[in-house]
């Protein structure tokens, strides 16, 4: 604008009607944004630019705009060597008006695009968690299935012999086991209390118990670096970890294979290691698999690694992750336990 100021007064000065005013023409010209008034000393309009050209004609709204220019900024006096006075009077661009609003436009936006990330994370949060029921009534289903089937078999060979001893033990151990799962699920959404339990004879027990119902073309090995190690456990919920990995390592070898299970203490913690000979994972599933619904399997609804990752962090303070895996070879979970 002061530029602009300095190119009127060259101009009104400039006498030499042969002189280049190119430059001067240029500058006049470039202003496109800003509006301006020119005034003479009097406060008399002489001449405006890039002011609406309908609302210009009108003298009144000249005679408004040029006092809302007097309040925004300074006018800039054009002084002729024969002493008359011009003023100019101008008021911020556009552009520049806009810049003012920006700031707010764009915090305006980001409200927005936060509210709608915090409604799509609330959504996606209860439908995991409906999910995430649902599932839990085909895992109940799921869980119950294995002792009823094991005990329908029990009684057709009651029915064959009903002198046989281990039958009766082996359909006691399948009640035992029906009792068990029913307190598991009473205990989800409860005070979980933590009991000091020997891990080694908990874990083998619950252990050999899959091993007795499950694939006689898998090869199950127990070992540990203790014959006896004190934790404090829930003991429903931990044995339903252990069923959930080998379980999972059972899936993973299409019923066909090796499963080991290894305790190892530490100082301070305890691992559980459970290895198979499956399919095997890629890195980029470390994570994902202990997610809610998500699954490997044409069947299923992916929530025992889930439910095992939250027994584990949330009841009993630990750890469970994938320790290792190869494509085809088999993979190793890993379960830490503070002792």
């Known amino acids: 604008m002061e530029i602009l100021a300095a190119t009127y007064k060259r101009l009104n000065t400039n006498l030499d009607l042969d002189a280049d005013v190119t430059l001067e023409q240029q500058i006049m010209e470039s202003n496109r944004h800003i509006p301006m008034i020119l005034t003479d000393a009097h406060g008399n309009v002489v001449y405006h630019a890039n002011l609406p050209p309908k609302k210009a004609k009108d003298s009144i709204y000249l005679q408004k705009k040029l006092r809302e220019m007097k309040a925004e900024n300074q006018p800039l006096l054009i002084q002729y060597p024969n002493s008359s006075k011009q003023f100019i009077y101008y008021s911020d661009s556009d552009i520049l008006t806009r810049l003012k609003y920006y700031p707010m436009d764009l915090l305006l936006v980001l409200v927005l695009f936060f509210t709608?990330?915090?409604?799509?994370?609330?959504?996606?949060?209860?439908?995991?968690?409906?999910?995430?029921?649902?599932?839990?009534?085909?895992?109940?289903?799921?869980?119950?299935?294995?002792?009823?089937?094991?005990?329908?078999g029990w009684v057709a060979l009651l029915k064959e012999d009903d002198s046989?001893?281990?039958?009766?033990?082996?359909?006691?151990?399948?009640?035992?086991?029906?009792?068990?799962?029913?307190?598991?699920?009473?205990?989800?959404?409860?005070?979980?209390?933590?009991?000091?339990?020997?891990?080694?004879?908990?874990?083998?027990?619950?252990?050999?118990?899959?091993?007795?119902?499950?694939?006689k073309q898998i090869h199950f090995v127990f070992k540990s670096a203790s014959d006896r190690i004190m934790v404090p456990v829930n003991k429903e919920l931990y044995v339903w970890v252990v069923e959930n990995l080998?379980?999972?390592?059972?899936?993973?070898?299409?019923?066909?294979?090796?499963i080991t299970l290894e305790i190892i203490p530490n100082k301070s913690t305890v691992s559980i290691l459970v290895s198979d000979t499956g399919k095997g994972l890629s890195k980029s599933m470390f994570k994902k698999i202990f997610e809610p619904g998500f699954t490997t399997k044409k069947r299923g609804w992916g929530l025992g690694l889930s439910l095992s990752k939250r027994i584990?962090?949330?009841?009993?303070?630990?750890?469970?992750?994938v320790k290792e895996s190869e494509i085809n070879k088999g993979t190793r979970f890993c379960v830490k336990l503070p002792i």
């Open 312 to 321: 584990i962090e949330d009841f009993h303070h630990g750890k469970i992750y």
């Open 246 to 258: 080998v379980k999972n390592a059972v899936d993973a070898m299409q019923g066909k294979g090796s």
């Open 164 to 215: 046989n001893k281990t039958i009766a033990e082996e359909i006691e151990k399948d009640v035992e086991r029906l009792e068990i799962i029913a307190n598991r699920f009473s205990k989800i959404g409860s005070d979980t209390p933590l009991v000091r339990t020997d891990i080694v004879q908990l874990t083998q027990e619950s252990f050999h118990y899959l091993q007795s119902r499950l694939s």
């Open 116 to 152: 709608v990330i915090v409604l799509f994370t609330q959504t996606n949060k209860i439908a995991a968690e409906n999910k995430l029921w649902t599932g839990m009534a085909r895992e109940t289903a799921h869980q119950i299935g294995t002792p009823l089937t094991s005990l329908l």
